[in-house]
Every structure is written in structure tokens, then in C-alpha cells.
């Protein structure tokens, strides 16, 4: 069976630029998760969508951050403009459904200058 | 509002000794609780989980942890620890209602030396 599926796996741009990050979710799996994973900080939920619908977004710094999963499968997660302190690791999981087990992609790992 | 514990940021261990990893978690009702592992450069690989029942959870890699309700602790260990699990460990919990989002503590980095 894949895995959780995420490109690119890093990416440099400067401040004030923008980016996205890609994920694929393992098949069937209607629930996903994006989080931001800080250099030696443990991951931190930005949003969840259980199909192409958002169950919870309140960590999701709203005025540069979006996500969409227009389908209910694979999802995007753009920064702009990113800021120095959104360097960081963005990790994508999904589970079968809510309060599934969540399995995590390899993350993308993002450095702003 | 749930909430993890790590105390220890860095644990060094020699190959073949035992290891326990300390977690303790705040939460208002009976919680999920996980065991991740991240190796350098990698997402998070779950060790084992706790929902109900048996409060030692068995897991992959010959890693176990028991549930303690009354000590709010989940506490990962491993009888005799390899080389190659040098990785870092995250220790989370989950609701049984609501959207299910998983807090994770600040991960505890092991080192393994021969």
C-alpha cells in the first residue's frame, strides 16, 4: 500500500514570496491533515479536512495561509507571502476517517531567507 | 484543552541497555495516546497506539508502553535498545470527540552509542 505521498521535499524562497506544498493521501482515506512542524518543536495542526470539507482550520494563520481539497483526494497548501518564520517542516497525514489512525508523508521541509 | 509532556529533550543510551521514554498528557476525558518516531530528514512512523482496554499497548520495533490513568503518564519502553532507533520520539494525544486533532509534545532526541 503507498503512503502518504508530498512534494516538493524542500524548497528555499525569500521573504515575501509565495509558495505550495503538494500532498497525496494514502487511497481512501477521506480525512487530511496538514501540519507545521518547527525546528525542534513537535508538529502543529494547521487544518483537517474530511473530504473536500474543512473540519478544523483555527490554527491556520488565515491571512497568508490556504489550503484547498477540491476533490476530496489530493490537497495544497500555499503561503503567501511567506514570512522568516514560517521556515519550518510541513507535514501531511491522513487517516481512514476521523479519530483513524493518522499516517504521515515524509513532509516538506521550507526555509524562507 | 489536551496537552503533552516530554521532560526529557535528550536521552544517550548504549546499544543493548533498556530505555524509557516519559510522557505525561493533560486531558479532561480518556484519551488516544500515540507513540511517533521521526528518523532525520523523514515524516512520523507510529510506533503504537492506545484507545481502550489492555493498558500495555504493544508496538513495532519491540517497543511497548503502559497507559497509567492515575499518573497521567504513557511511557514508551524498549528492553534492550539497537542502532538503529537513534531517531527522535513524539508522544501525542488525541480526543475521542470532536475533529480527533493530535497534540504532540516536543519529542525526545535518543542517541544510541556502541
Known amino acids: 500500500e503507498a503512503g502518504v505521498a508530498q512534494s516538493p521535499r524542500y524548497k528555499i524562497i525569500e521573504k515575501r514570496q509565495s509558495v505550495a506544498f503538494w500532498c497525496n493521501p494514502i487511497?481512501?482515506?477521506?480525512?487530511l491533515y496538514w501540519y507545521q512542524q518547527i525546528l525542534g518543536q513537535g508538529p502543529k495542526l494547521l487544518i483537517q479536512?474530511?473530504?473536500?470539507?474543512?473540519?478544523?482550520d483555527s490554527q491556520l494563520p488565515k491571512d497568508r495561509f490556504s489550503a484547498e481539497r477540491l476533490k476530496g483526494v489530493d490537497s495544497t497548501l500555499k503561503i503567501q507571502p511567506a514570512k522568516l518564520e514560517d521556515s519550518a517542516v510541513y507535514l501531511c497525514a491522513s487517516s481512514l476517517q476521523i479519530r483513524e489512525t493518522q499516517y504521515f508523508g515524509p513532509g516538506t521541509r521550507l526555509l524562507v531567507l | 484543552a489536551q496537552s503533552v509532556t516530554q521532560p526529557d529533550i535528550h536521552i544517550t543510551v548504549s546499544e543493548g541497555a533498556s530505555l524509557e521514554l516519559r510522557c505525561n498528557y493533560s486531558?479532561?476525558?480518556?484519551?488516544?495516546l500515540f507513540w511517533y518516531v521521526q528518523s532525520p530528514g523523514q515524516g512520523l512512523q507510529l510506533l503504537l497506539k492506545y484507545f481502550s482496554g489492555d493498558t500495555l499497548v504493544q508496538g513495532i520495533k519491540g517497543f511497548e508502553a503502559e497507559f497509567k490513568r492515575s499518573q497521567s503518564s504513557f511511557n514508551l519502553r524498549k528492553p534492550s535498545v539497537h542502532w538503529s532507533d537513534a531517531a527522535e520520539y513524539f508522544c501525542a494525544v488525541g480526543a475521542f470527540t470532536g475533529a480527533n486533532n493530535l497534540f504532540f509534545g516536543t519529542g525526545t532526541r535518543l542517541t544510541v552509542i556502541p
Open positions: 486531558y479532561g476525558a480518556t484519551p488516544y
Open positions: 487511497s481512501g482515506h477521506a480525512t
Open positions: 479536512f474530511q473530504n473536500n470539507g474543512v473540519v478544523d
